[in-house]
């Protein structure tokens, strides 16, 4: 059912509000995501079958219906746990596209959680959002490139240089996302 306020079309996705067509397309964007990186899982060697299909597609629809809440968090910790329990390889190029695909999925569910429910995303937001994307794309190159360096050359204690690699580049990005004086 649709409905038109102040000049924009609105979706009522079940009991919910009402929702714009810029949420619309976040959701849909969130469940083509979930796919994607089952199909980076399946390229890697992990193993997906019809079952586990359905029920990361029906999953995807749950996380992307309630954004604003741990659902999403819950669901991409399964399949991270997934990824971890059916791929027998230590390192795979296919992990730099599913991490590539977490960093987008998880973009499109804070729009989705903090963006405008009835109205458009900003072009400011947008762009903003875009640009920070790509900088955070770019460490998630180099420190797929920085692993893949490690493991070819496995000095000793290797996992814990990545481990702690790892660890500061999140500690980064924490800081650099805690920002809260910029302004929407």
Same mark, same amino acid.
């Given at each position: 059912?649709t409905r038109?306020?102040a000049?924009?079309?609105?979706?009522r996705?079940?009991?919910?509000?009402?929702?714009?067509?810029?949420r619309v397309?976040l959701f849909?964007?969130?469940?083509?995501?979930?796919l994607?990186?089952?199909?980076?899982l399946?390229?890697a060697g992990?193993?997906v079958?019809?079952?586990?299909l359905?029920? %990361?597609?029906?999953?995807a629809a749950?996380? +992307?219906r309630v !954004?604003e809440t741990p659902?999403?968090l819950? /669901?991409w910790?399964? #399949?991270?746990?997934?990824w971890a329990l059916?791929?027998?390889t230590r390192?795979t190029?296919?992990a730099?596209?599913?991490?590539?695909v977490l960093l987008v999925a998880?973009?499109?569910?804070a729009?989705?959680?903090?963006?405008?429910?009835?109205g458009?995303?900003?072009?400011a937001?947008?762009?903003r959002?875009?640009?920070?994307?790509l900088v955070v794309?770019g460490?998630?190159?180099?420190? %797929?490139?920085g692993?893949?360096?490690l493991? +070819?050359?496995q !000095?000793?204690?290797?996992?814990?240089?990545v /481990?702690?690699?790892? #660890?500061?580049v999140?500690?980064?990005?924490?800081?650099?996302?805690?920002?809260?004086?910029?302004p929407?």
């Open positions: 059912m038109a306020i000049g924009r079309r609105l979706l996705v079940g009991l919910a509000e009402a929702w714009g067509r810029d397309v849909a964007i969130q469940i083509v995501l979930v994607g990186f089952l199909g980076c399946r390229a992990g193993s079958d019809g079952w586990g359905g029920f %990361a597609a029906v999953g749950a996380m +992307a !954004p659902v999403p819950l /669901g910790g399964a #399949l991270l746990v997934w059916t791929v027998t390192f190029w296919w730099l596209p599913a991490a590539l998880h973009t499109a569910f729009l989705a959680a903090l963006g405008p429910r009835d458009q995303l900003t072009r937001l947008v762009v959002t875009i640009r920070r994307l794309a460490l998630v190159g180099l420190v %797929a490139l692993c893949a360096s493991y +070819a050359a !000095p000793p204690g290797y996992p814990v240089v /481990g702690a690699a790892l #660890l500061v999140a500690g980064w990005l924490w800081l650099v996302g805690t920002d809260q004086d910029v929407a």
